[in-house]
């Protein structure tokens, strides 16, 4: 099959090994060769992966290289998730390696300015050009996948409905943390896949979007957030564990580096905005100035580290433990809450408001905001211990 390439796609010579990396045998025990993808390497990430696209694969016994790409892991000798669901995965990942483009590309010093001057004065909450743009990007490639009934994005005041036959709801945050982007601090893309309720089908189409988006995360399928920054990191969860891939930027690759992430029991570190301290609640207060101390639970005086930007602050909490958290109403449940809490339950750790588990709560409204604390199970179990940690005093801070 190889042989049968067109011109345009050229095979990667060159992957440097890595030692910690699993060999397809070990995620494929029955030995089955993997399909191998070959992607054009002019930019990264401008091409497709040839499986998904054209349906064809290759595959050969000897040319198992130790590399196991995203759609490799999600196709039929990997955990062989549903075809549909190959297919959208693959428009997700090509619409998060544009982002990934995007954020890093120099001509997001100009969209970095109209940042700045869109915030001047206005609300801090108002779309960037750069939300703005990748929310188009997804919007796109979700419609060019065919596999979409609706999109919910945190970029829109409402779900869109894009095809009655697609059969699955994507709930998005975009570009999370773009706040940052002009201090070229990371950021991050959330998704949430469930599947269409076909029950509500014959309801108005408005009716019917908002209904689909407004599922519980009990119901999610899947999830994933992809973080930008000194690497591109995909991390996604089928209800199966957690797996983070980490993108090749020579071939246009997110290449599985991490096959079942677990976060540790305990973490020592605390990430939360601590200017609001006098805002807090005093169960917050008293946490946090515990821990800080060593003298919780675990007799060790804890760290602060806070970035602001959710995505990069979830990606070390996942690797070291601990527990981040934003406990005031900010963070959306439908876009960000969700999918996030999902990542962490499947990682071993837990999502909750505070008060309850973020994944029983039903959302009402789309936009709806809550705190969020998301981290190791002990340190969740020791916070929540408190009681009274959801900040109730939300002034909207200028900064
Ligand atoms: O201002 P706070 O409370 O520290 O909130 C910071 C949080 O807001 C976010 O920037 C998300 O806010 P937006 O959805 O308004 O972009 C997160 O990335 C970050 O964790």
Same mark, same amino acid.
């Given at each position: 099959m190889q042989s049968a390439a067109p011109p345009l796609y050229h095979l990667v010579r060159f992957r440097p090994k890595l030692k910690t990396f699993p060999s397809k045998s070990q995620l494929c025990p029955s030995g089955t060769p993997f399909c191998r993808l070959r992607m054009a390497s002019?930019?990264?990430?401008?091409m497709r992966p040839l499986r998904a696209l054209a349906g064809s694969s290759s595959s050969s016994a000897?040319?198992?290289?130790g590399f196991v790409t995203l759609i490799e892991y999600v196709g039929k000798e990997g955990i062989n998730v549903k075809d549909d669901l190959v297919v959208l995965l693959d428009h997700i990942q090509y619409a998060c390696k544009r982002i990934a483009a995007l954020v890093a590309s120099p001509f997001n010093y100009s969209l970095g300015k109209q940042t700045a001057l869109a915030s001047v004065g206005s609300d801090r909450d108002a779309p960037k050009p750069l939300d703005i743009v990748s929310n188009e990007i997804i919007l796109s490639s979700l419609r060019k996948s065919g596999k979409v009934a609706v999109m919910a994005s945190e970029e829109n005041d409402a779900p869109t409905w894009i095809s009655?036959?697609?059969p699955y709801v994507v709930v998005t945050?975009?570009?999370? %943390? !773009? +706040?940052n982007i002009d201090a070229s601090i990371p950021t991050g893309t959330i998704f949430g896949i469930y599947k269409r309720?076909?029950?509500?089908?014959?309801?108005p189409t408005e009716e019917k979007a908002m209904l689909n988006s407004l599922?519980? %995360? !009990? +119901?999610?399928?899947a999830a994933a957030y992809v973080l930008y920054s000194s690497a591109t990191i995909l991390c996604i969860t089928f209800g199966s564990g957690t797996q983070a891939f980490t993108l090749d930027h020579s071939t246009g690759d997110f290449i599985l580096t991490n096959p079942s992430i677990k976060i540790p029991p305990r973490g020592q570190i605390y990430s939360v905005n601590d200017a609001r301290y006098f805002d807090w609640p005093e169960g917050l207060r008293q946490y946090i100035d515990t821990v800080r101390q060593g003298k919780?639970?675990?007799?060790k005086k804890y760290s602060a580290r806070y970035i602001c930007s959710l995505v990069a602050d979830l990606h070390r909490t996942l690797l070291y433990g601990g527990v981040a958290m934003?406990?005031?109403?900010?963070?959306?449940?439908?876009?960000e809450a969700n999918p996030l809490s999902f990542i962490v339950e499947q990682a071993g750790g837990r999502g909750s408001d505070g008060k309850n588990r973020i994944l029983s709560l039903q959302p009402v409204k789309l936009h709806q905001r809550l705190p969020l604390f998301l981290g190791s199970l002990e340190d969740m179990e020791e916070l929540e211990s408190y009681g009274d940690v959801q900040q109730k005093v939300n002034p909207g801070y200028e900064v």
């Open positions: 002019v930019s990264g990430f401008g000897g040319d198992d290289d009655d036959d697609g945050d975009p570009l999370d %943390g !773009s +706040r309720l076909e029950e509500l089908d014959n309801l599922q519980s %995360g !009990s +119901r999610l399928i919780g639970r675990y007799p934003n406990p005031r109403d900010h963070l959306r449940l439908v876009y």
